[in-house]
């Protein structure tokens, strides 16, 4: 079946450690999202990318970094957590032509302690 | 550039009332228009969608929205609320060719018996 997968689902640790959520679909999308939810849901667009080796910054500035070095498979990596990156990350994707529907994982919530 | 407002962060209802939840755009182009929901610990589900043609949109679980361009609204409705209804509702933008989805803010919708 196809579908967008995050792991961990949940990750809590301490300040300073380097961290990397992972997101893979399944369904060939060339597009790929990383959206931050605050605790007060509200979601940011941080990362996306229109195809591999393909990365661009969205509209809320991140200190995280994402690679698309292939199709499926699109990491946000954080160097050096610190608390103020205690959120969820939710991931999505979407065909470039045609459909119009953005597809989501179920999100990696982060704890930095 | 495209934004969302959604009016109010909570609304209550009783088992079996109309729902009605707001959404106003900004798009500077052909918006196409979206609701997503999003269940606790959950990703997002995409109740509907808007991009062209009818301006009624009818979605899952009883949903519907109705795209008006001269009010620059996108309100989502449901005839008859029923428990499995509460959850955080999203509405968002992007512009035509679906390039990156703009969220509101969300609205928190609680059913009482």
């Known amino acids: 079946e196809a579908d967008i997968y995050q792991t961990p689902r949940y990750l809590v640790i301490g300040t300073g450690k380097k961290i990397t959520l992972e997101c893979s679909q399944t369904m060939g999308h060339d597009k790929m999202y990383w959206y931050q939810q605050d605790p007060g849901m509200e979601l940011h667009l941080i990362h996306y990318s229109y195809g591999v080796n393909s990365t661009e910054k969205g509209d809320l500035s991140s200190e995280s970094t994402v690679s698309r070095i292939r199709t499926e498979h699109f990491p946000l990596t954080l160097e050096s957590a610190r608390p103020s990156h205690t959120s969820q990350y939710l991931c999505?994707?979407?065909?470039?032509?045609?459909?119009?529907?953005?597809?989501f994982g179920q999100g990696t919530r982060l704890t930095v302690v | 550039a495209q934004s969302v407002t959604q009016l109010g962060s909570h609304v209550s209802v009783s088992e079996g009332a109309l729902v009605l939840l707001r959404c106003n755009y900004s798009?500077?182009?052909?918006?196409?228009l979206f609701w997503y929901v999003q269940y606790p610990n959950q990703g997002l589900q995409l109740l509907l969608k808007?991009?062209?043609?009818?301006?009624l949109v009818k979605g899952i679980n009883g949903f519907e929205a109705e795209f008006k361009k001269s009010e620059t609204s996108f309100h989502l409705t449901k005839p008859s609320a029923h428990m499995s209804d509460a959850a955080e509702y999203f509405c968002a933008v992007s512009a035509t060719g679906f390039q990156k989805l703009v969220f509101g803010t969300g609205t928190r919708l609680l059913v009482s018996p």
């Open positions: 999505a994707s979407a065909v470039s032509r045609g459909n119009t529907e953005a597809f």
């Open positions: 808007y991009t062209t043609g009818a301006t």
């Open positions: 798009s500077s182009v052909p918006p196409y």
